[in-house]
């Protein structure tokens, strides 16, 4: 019997894998426009998490028992303040 295990975690509950805008205290943002055109302020976070995993086993014989795995965990956060 053989097994094959891979587990892969990207942050956790209390650190989170994560993009944030922060606007600092006293920091002036501006936007132009008018009626016809009004200003847009637009300020985003985003985080992209792309994860590749594989696991492959083989078992020969009669009674050859293989077991494969694979998980993959992503805690993430996006967040403007």
Same mark, same amino acid.
Request: hydrophobic share 45%; no cysteine; aromatic share 4%.
């Given at each position: 019997?053989?097994?094959?295990?891979?587990?892969?975690?990207?942050g956790t509950?209390?650190d989170?894998?994560?993009? /944030?805008?922060?606007v #600092?205290?006293?920091?002036?943002? !501006?936007?132009?426009?008018?009626a016809?055109?009004?200003? %847009?302020? &637009?300020?985003e976070?985003?985080?992209?998490?792309?994860?590749?995993?594989k696991?492959e /086993?083989e078992?020969? #014989?009669?009674?050859?028992?293989? !077991?494969?795995?694979s998980?993959v965990s992503v805690?993430? %956060?996006? &967040?403007?303040?």
């Open positions: 019997m053989t097994a094959l295990l891979s587990e892969t975690d990207v509950n209390s989170a894998f994560a993009a /944030t805008v922060d #600092g205290s006293g920091a002036k943002l !501006l936007s132009v426009g008018n016809g055109t009004p200003g %847009l302020l &637009r300020l976070a985003f985080t992209d998490v792309v994860a590749l995993d696991v /086993t078992a020969y #014989g009669l009674l050859g028992i293989s !077991l494969g795995k998980e805690d993430s %956060l996006a &967040r403007s303040m």
